[in-house]
């Protein structure tokens, strides 16, 4: 894999940190995963602005959106790709990597967890790459994904995913006052197809006819089990969304 640093273009093996840097030992850097189809990163003016915005919390710097766009167009180029799952993480620089789209599974089987998630820290909605706890709990449920309260008791979201309901055939999600993260597909789903916004407790996900996840990469997908609960097979509702996303 080839790699950007900082716009050099690198062997990812030969890729080295300081042993001061910030990202590296205390987690204070931001990131971005971003979908490429046809050797473009899609969504790349959302991304961007909330990459922007997370940056400008942890007090970070960041280069020019034109000048990030050429060096992920350069990295998509190095390694041969036209789609590819792509990461680009700032700290005390701008690292770049793509690499092939993940497998999709036929079928996402989800859990819920009692770990919740502080709505009221300062980090809440920046997407950091202090990421152990979501990783922690994705890995010890077994699952596909894992659906994380707030403090306050309310459906936040996913570790890796925003959330989206369907009952009697209307479209919720939690709003940001719950404090979850401001997705880009989850911005780009609700531009093209209504959505109501709530604040739901968790208990309410009993009460959902369908489920689903979206993040930049899975895009939108229907949860097949919630707790080992088969759920009905998913409507077009969110697919017709999906369709009109401009990537």
């Known amino acids: 894999m080839i790699v950007s640093w900082n716009g050099h273009l690198i062997e990812g093996g030969e890729f ?13 850097g931001v990131f971005e995963t971003i979908r490429a189809e046809k050797g473009e990163p899609c969504l790349w003016n959302q991304h961007f602005e909330r990459l922007a915005y997370s940056a400008e ?8 959106r034109l000048i990030l766009l ?10 041969q ?31 819920t967890s009692n770990c919740p998630i502080n709505e009221q820290s300062p ?10 706890e979501n990783m922690f709990l994705l890995r010890e449920s077994g699952a596909d994904e894992v659906i994380r309260p707030n403090t306050r008791g309310e459906i936040c979201e996913g570790c890796i995913s925003n959330l989206f309901f369907v009952k ?15 997705g880009v597909m989850r911005q780009e ?24 996840l979206s993040n930049a990469l899975r895009r939108l997908r229907g949860v097949t089990s919630i707790n080992g609960r088969i759920l009905p097979r998913p409507s077009e509702l969110l697919s017709r969304a999906l369709a009109k996303v401009v990537v």
């Not at 980090?123 to 152990?132: N, V």
């Open 81 to 111: 790709l036209l789609t590819a799952r792509l990461r680009l993480t700032l700290g005390e620089g701008c690292l770049i990597s793509a690499e092939p789209l993940p497998e999709e599974r036929d079928e996402i089987h989800v859990v």
């Open 168 to 182: 009697d055939s209307v479209i919720y999600t939690p709003s940001l006052e719950t404090g979850c993260l401001p």
């Open 123 to 132: 980090l809440a909605q920046i997407k950091c790459t202090s990421y152990a």
């Open 16 to 28: 080295t940190l300081q042993v001061s840097d910030g990202v590296f030992l205390r987690g204070e």
């Open 189 to 212: 789903v609700m531009r093209h197809i209504k959505v109501r916004e709530v604040e739901w407790v968790m208990a309410d996900l009993k009460d959902c006819d369908e489920i689903w």
């Open 57 to 64: 919390k942890l007090g970070l710097k960041i280069p020019d």
């Open 70 to 79: 050429d060096w992920i167009r350069r990295v998509i180029v190095a390694n």
